[in-house]
């Protein structure tokens, strides 16, 4: 299977995909990493290993639906089959959403439906919430809200920071991401009327 990863940032999600495929845990290959940001880290992560990178900046595009169109060209140049939304900072237009329904994923540091959003690790410190984590779910209209496909939870201490708390989700988002990845490259995982389903179980 084509993947097709969007970035903004470091790229440790993508890291733990590149490394998945390589090791044979994802039956599919990065196609591409696209960024709205030049100078995201995960660019660098991409080149090292001699996978196409593309910069599609957000501020070379009037509107937001001419941005869209044009990350839509850059990516189906690729004939993906899987959209991985890895720290990709843009809200999207229903019309990108659409074009890739049931076949784009995305990573939220919550326990979706809790903290969609920015600022989910402060949100939980501040609650003085006793568990966090992080969700993968599939794309839809509604911002983070799509159907969760699989969660990670991990423990929130009196004295966090939220660095040290972000830390510990992502270690579990690493685990998480490629794992789902590969339930859909499998075949395993589909989204249908507006729920995701593993190996013909609603989840
Ligand atoms: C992750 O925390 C992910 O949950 C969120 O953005 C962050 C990306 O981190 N969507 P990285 O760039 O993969 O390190």
Redesign the pocket.
């Known amino acids: 299977m084509n993947l097709v990863v969007l ?1 903004s ?6 890291q733990a995909v590149i490394d998945a495929c390589k090791a044979g845990k994802i039956s599919g290959r990065v196609a591409a990493v696209i960024s709205n940001r030049a100078d995201a880290y ?1 660019l660098q992560r991409a080149q090292t290993v001699d996978i196409h990178t593309a910069v599609i900046s957000h501020k070379d595009h009037p509107d937001r639906d001419q941005y869209d169109a044009a990350l839509m060209a850059e990516i189906d140049r690729h004939q993906p089959d899987l959209i991985i939304m ?2 990709f900072m843009r809200i999207l237009t229903p019309a990108f959403v659409n074009h890739y329904a049931g076949r784009m994923l ?4 919550s326990l979706l439906p809790k903290y969609q959003g920015l600022h989910t690790h402060q949100r939980a410190l501040d609650a003085g919430d006793s568990e966090h984590g ?1 969700s993968v779910h599939f794309v839809t209209e509604e911002l983070d809200g799509g159907p969760v496909i699989l969660q990670a939870k991990v423990p929130v201490f009196a004295d966090d920071t939220v660095e040290e708390l972000a830390q510990r ?2 270690v579990q ?1 690493h685990q998480i991401y490629p794992l789902v990845i590969n339930w859909f490259c499998q075949q395993r995982l589909v989204m249908k009327e507006g729920k995701a389903w593993l190996d013909g179980e609603c989840l």
């Not at 940032?9 to 993508?14: D, I, K, R, V």
């Not at 995305?106 to 540091?109: A, C, D, E, L, V």
């Open positions: 970035i940032g470091t790229g440790s999600n993508l995960g890895a720290g995305n990573i939220h540091p992080a989700v992502h988002e």
